[in-house]
């Protein structure tokens, strides 16, 4: 059963971000820690932190940290919708945030739709240059750790 969901979180940026990576919206686990793809069994955050050969952060403030100190930003298209738990497929009278903005106000040289929701809603709202990579989600386990680790790659030649 869909829900109207505001999203929760604003945006991580800072005037040095190169490299703006987007999802779609926040899942119900996502939204209940405050945090940008917290799920337990998301694969972001460790695919993230091995491409950079850092230490998995934990914390919000770590992770928001983490992105800061790579130059990247992390924001999701969808401002509100209606959406069934965590079910892209299932999103209604999606708002976009306002990512031109965002855009505008850094040095942001990429944008990288973290799976195929994100991307077609990127393309339909906001603009057709952008490359789309794999979902970390748990819901997306046809690929491998090694798989998603070698198409995040494509982020550092950007920063």
Not at 34 to 61: A, D
Not at 139 to 159: D, G, V
């Given at each position: ?69 790579h130059n990247l930003a992390l924001w999701d298209v969808i401002s ?43 393309k339909k709202y906001v603009d057709n240059n952008f490359f789309t ?27």
């Open positions: 059963m869909n829900e109207f969901v505001h999203h929760p979180f604003a945006p991580v940026f800072d005037k040095n971000s190169k490299v703006l990576l987007l999802g779609s919206f926040p899942s119900p686990k996502s939204r209940e820690i405050g945090f940008y793809f917290s799920h337990p069994q998301n694969r972001f955050w460790r695919i993230l932190s091995t491409l950079f050969g850092e230490e998995l952060p934990l914390s919000n403030e770590e992770k928001k940290q983490f992105l800061l100190k509100n919708c209606e959406i069934d738990g965590a079910s892209d497929s299932s999103i209604k009278n999606a708002k976009v945030n306002n990512i031109k903005q965002l855009i505008k106000n850094t040095k942001i040289k990429a944008v990288f739709c973290l799976g195929n929701t994100a991307g077609k809603l990127y990579l794999p979902s970390t989600s748990p819901a997306n386990c046809a690929f491998s750790f090694e798989y998603l680790l070698n198409k995040y790659a494509e982020i550092k030649k950007f920063l």
